[in-house]
């Protein structure tokens, strides 16, 4: 199987996407198209019509859309837990997985994912915050370490929003804090982190 990935600095979908493949250790091949190269967008179209980061290759199937794809992963790999075990909870943490799938609009808009970099703390617009304050909730309901307890899809989903409240210098509440730090902790986002800051393309339009 294979992850074409976009920049893991910019790419927040690939990064979701890409720390399920490797935090479960499954066996795909990474593959990265850099968003800002020339041919990106037809190499991009080229593997999947909808021309977007991430996709997944295997065999003939194309998976495109992170979500589509952890699901797949999920059901092509049931013993490595990928999602809670709990009915309730697998239910409960997809609910969360789809908010910040087809949310949070305008703190993904306003605070493009920037690894690397390192911004002024500054006063967000009143959608901007309104967006923080429901992550900041979501975040304080954790059970520990993780949002369910152990590492799974939902936690990867959250990993890029942490990575902008540190680049960002989002004020992170007490009962917020404690799965914040787990979170960036954890060996895959450091891992991915790592390799992030590596990379040596810049997107002026993210910088
Ligand atoms: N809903 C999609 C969103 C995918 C998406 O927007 N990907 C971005 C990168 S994070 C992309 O491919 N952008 C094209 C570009 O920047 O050229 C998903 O969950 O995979």
Known sequence: MELIL????????????????????????LT????????????????SPAGLVPILIDGDLTVWDSLAICEYLAEKFPHRELWPVDTQDRARARSLCCEMHSGFS??????????????????WPAEVQRDVARIHEIWAE??????????????????????RFRTYQVDVPDAAADYYEELLAHDAVRAW???????????????
């Open 6 to 29: 976009g920049n893991k600095n910019y790419s927040s979908w690939s990064m979701r996407a890409g720390l399920v493949a490797n935090a479960f250790d499954l066996p795909l091949e």
């Open 32 to 47: 990265t198209i850099w968003l800002d190269e020339d041919g990106a967008e037809r190499r991009k179209r080229d593997y």
């Open 106 to 123: 305008a703190l993904r808009q306003q605070l493009p994912m920037n690894i690397r970099a390192r911004k002024e703390p500054r006063t």
């Open 142 to 163: 954790a059970r520990g370490p993780f949002l369910f307890g152990k590492f799974s899809i939902v936690d990867a989903y959250f990993a890029p929003v942490a990575c």
């Open 193 to 207: 982190t790592q390799l992030g800051l590596a990379e040596s393309h810049h997107m002026s339009r993210y910088d």
